[in-house]
């Protein structure tokens, strides 16, 4: 008889790493799927940081970690911290985890409780709503449509807040919208949070080298709040290390102890030869880094002048990440064959099995009206899911 808690039983499974397994399968079966459904760099590794990985083992990094992280990693954290966002933090302040995934869940479960309001501008990371739900906090959302480049406005803000409002997630660059808040609006969005001390901000910076207009802002800059931000960062994706998992958290001493004791109990630190691995990232060449963003701001130019040319998608040039997140809904009501659609989830099934392209629906970011796809992969496998797209599209009455 299946048991599973209520708590286990109100929680989704995550759809970007479903529509990734779906598309696997298929292709275990000999189909010639196109993936461009989980978000994860294409690129291996840098090689200097495999070595220091395999150094860690040979040095025989393979007791435990401390809970928080090596303190030449928090070290680390602190100096990238202040040399590339001018930010002072004291390795006290560093939490070190398995992936950014982890630091935000972290966060949450250390400040929510039952029934406080988590304030989530959508369209939004498909984890977040999931894991304020297993805080047991309750999902506030803002809309943010494409017409305002899927952004809030300091008033959207102001007006969903209330004395329940206990933390805010502002993720920038943005998966799923690949939108960047620039420095003024970051700044009209402190000055609201300004006004409202209980509030904690968790700024979700992962994507904060993947951006392709300038350098990236962060909301913890503005001293009037800087002492309830949480930056949630790591090496997933600026360094192609996804694999690895090792995120963290620079965060006021109070949350960075409580994810502490949190961690303490229920994963410990993370994996040594990864964190060794981070420290390689972290403090050798950075030149990796510039020429994977080269290659995802060509792709972004690519997929999205093919996509515009799609006809029922309307798109948005994106600042950041390496996402395309089009507005589908003209094309629901339409069907074609077996296939009617109604929603971008029936879109994505439809081009999974007409076009063999794994993209993810909307619906799981808060936005049922888009379409997610990853542009983290080849050049030539982007322009054959794009023709194999619109090939299908053309087919729907
Ligand atoms: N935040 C966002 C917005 C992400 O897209 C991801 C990638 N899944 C994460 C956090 C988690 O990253 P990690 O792989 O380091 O856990
Ligand atoms: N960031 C990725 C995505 O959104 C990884 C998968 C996940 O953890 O959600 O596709």
């Given at each position: 008889?299946?048991?599973?808690?209520?708590?286990?039983?109100?929680?989704?499974p995550?759809?970007?790493?479903?529509?990734s397994?779906?598309?696997?399968?298929?292709?275990?079966?000999?189909?010639?799927?196109?993936?461009l459904?989980?978000?994860?760099?294409?690129?291996?590794?840098?090689?200097h940081?495999?070595?220091?990985?395999?150094?860690a083992?040979d040095d025989?990094?393979?007791?435990?970690?401390?809970?928080?992280?090596?303190?030449?990693?928090?070290?680390?954290?602190?100096?990238?911290?202040?040399?590339?966002?001018?930010l002072?933090?004291a390795?006290?302040?560093?939490?070190v985890s398995?992936?950014?995934?982890?630091?935000?869940?972290?966060t949450?479960?250390s400040?929510?409780?039952?029934?406080?309001?988590?304030?989530?501008?959508?369209?939004?990371?498909?984890?977040?709503?999931?894991?304020?739900?297993?805080a047991?906090?309750?999902?506030?959302?803002?809309?943010a449509?494409?017409?305002?480049?899927?952004?809030i406005?300091?008033?959207?803000?102001?007006?969903?807040?209330?004395?329940?409002?206990?933390?805010?997630?502002?993720?920038s660059p943005s998966?799923?919208?690949?939108?960047?808040y620039?420095?003024?609006?970051?700044?009209?969005?402190?000055?609201?949070?300004?006004?409202?001390p209980?509030?904690?901000?968790?700024?979700d910076?992962?994507?904060?080298?993947?951006?392709?207009?300038?350098k990236?802002?962060?909301i913890a800059?503005?001293?009037?709040?800087?002492?309830r931000v949480?930056?949630?960062?790591?090496?997933?994706?600026?360094?192609?290390?996804?694999?690895?998992?090792?995120?963290?958290?620079?965060?006021?001493?109070?949350?960075?102890?409580?994810?502490n004791k949190l961690?303490?109990?229920?994963t410990?630190?993370?994996s040594?030869?990864?964190?060794?691995?981070?420290?390689?990232a972290?403090t050798?060449?950075q030149?990796?880094?510039?020429?994977?963003?080269?290659?995802?701001?060509?792709r972004r130019?690519?997929?999205?002048n093919?996509?515009?040319?799609?006809?029922?998608?309307?798109v948005?040039?994106?600042?950041?990440?390496?996402?395309?997140?089009?507005e589908?809904?003209?094309?629901?009501?339409?069907?074609y064959?077996?296939?009617?659609?109604?929603?971008?989830?029936?879109?994505?099934?439809?081009?999974?099995?007409?076009?063999?392209?794994?993209?993810?629906?909307?619906?799981?970011?808060?936005?049922?009206?888009?379409?997610r796809?990853s542009?983290?992969?080849?050049?030539?496998?982007?322009?054959?899911?794009?023709?194999?797209?619109?090939?299908?599209?053309?087919?729907?009455?």
């Amino acid at each position: 008889m299946d048991q599973v808690s209520a708590r286990l039983a109100s929680l989704s499974p995550s759809e970007t790493l479903a529509m990734s397994q779906k598309s696997n399968e298929l292709k275990a079966q000999g189909f010639d799927v196109i993936n461009l459904s989980v978000g994860e760099p294409d690129f291996f590794t840098p090689d200097h940081i495999k070595q220091a990985a395999k150094k860690a083992i040979d040095d025989n990094f393979s007791f435990y970690s401390p809970v928080p992280g090596y303190m030449d990693l928090r070290k680390a954290i602190c100096a990238k911290l202040k040399n590339e966002n001018g930010l002072e933090y004291a390795p006290e302040q560093i939490i070190v985890s398995n992936g950014a995934k982890q630091s935000v869940c972290n966060t949450l479960l250390s400040i929510i409780g039952a029934g406080d309001e988590v304030i989530v501008p959508t369209p939004a990371w498909v984890s977040y709503f999931e894991m304020v739900k297993l805080a047991d906090g309750k999902n506030i959302i803002i809309k943010a449509g494409i017409e305002q480049d899927f952004k809030i406005t300091p008033e959207q803000l102001e007006s969903v807040i209330t004395p329940a409002t206990k933390a805010l997630i502002l993720c920038s660059p943005s998966n799923p919208t690949g939108s960047v808040y620039s420095k003024e609006e970051l700044k009209g969005l402190a000055d609201v949070l300004a006004k409202y001390p209980k509030i904690i901000i968790i700024a979700d910076e992962i994507y904060e080298h993947i951006n392709y207009i300038g350098k990236h802002e962060s909301i913890a800059q503005f001293d009037n709040i800087k002492d309830r931000v949480v930056i949630v960062n790591g090496v997933s994706k600026a360094y192609a290390m996804t694999g690895w998992r090792i995120g963290y958290i620079a965060a006021p001493l109070w949350i960075a102890k409580a994810c502490n004791k949190l961690q303490g109990q229920y994963t410990s630190g993370a994996s040594s030869i990864a964190q060794k691995a981070a420290v390689a990232a972290y403090t050798g060449p950075q030149q990796c880094v510039e020429e994977m963003r080269l290659a995802f701001d060509r792709r972004r130019k690519l997929v999205y002048n093919l996509a515009k040319e799609i006809p029922g998608f309307k798109v948005n040039m994106p600042d950041g990440a390496f996402y395309l997140f089009p507005e589908v809904s003209s094309l629901f009501g339409k069907s074609y064959d077996k296939w009617v659609i109604n929603n971008s989830n029936d879109l994505a099934m439809y081009l999974l099995e007409k076009a063999l392209v794994a993209t993810v629906g909307g619906n799981a970011f808060g936005a049922p009206e888009c379409l997610r796809f990853s542009y983290a992969t080849s050049d030539e496998n982007l322009v054959e899911a794009m023709k194999r797209i619109k090939e299908a599209i053309s087919l729907l009455k």
